[in-house]
């Protein structure tokens, strides 16, 4: 079983910078993609972002030249590291496999970006 836990949320200032983490806990030979999603509340995930092994990386528009995905396999973590932060960009971040598998969603960790 793998299990994927995310952490480097917090509160900042609009303009500011975060860097996310996601570390795999066990060494994981299936996943090929993995993405960051992000959740507002009482809205639905949206993938804002996918790196390949290869690494090949998609943003969605709302972060193109903002956010950049990045991977060490070695460690087993994905990195997102958020720049220019927006009040829009609030939410819930997670990681997972793209497509998305359900038995990897862990708690996410909370970006608060304030005007």
């Known amino acids: 079983q793998v299990q994927l836990v995310e952490s480097g949320g917090g509160l900042v200032q609009a303009g500011g910078s975060l860097r996310l983490s996601c570390t795999a806990s066990t060494r994981v030979f299936s996943i090929s993609s993995v993405g960051w999603y992000r959740q507002a509340p009482g809205k639905q995930r949206e993938l804002v972002a996918t790196i390949r092994s290869g690494g090949n990386t998609n943003y969605a528009d709302s972060v193109k030249g903002r956010f950049t995905i990045s991977r060490d396999n070695a460690k087993r973590t994905v990195y997102l590291q958020m720049n220019s932060l927006k009040p829009e960009d609030t939410a819930v971040y997670y990681c997972?496999?793209?497509?998305?598998?359900?038995?990897?969603w862990g708690q996410g960790t909370q970006v608060t970006v304030s005007s």
């Open positions: 997972n496999a793209v497509p998305q598998w359900n038995a990897y």
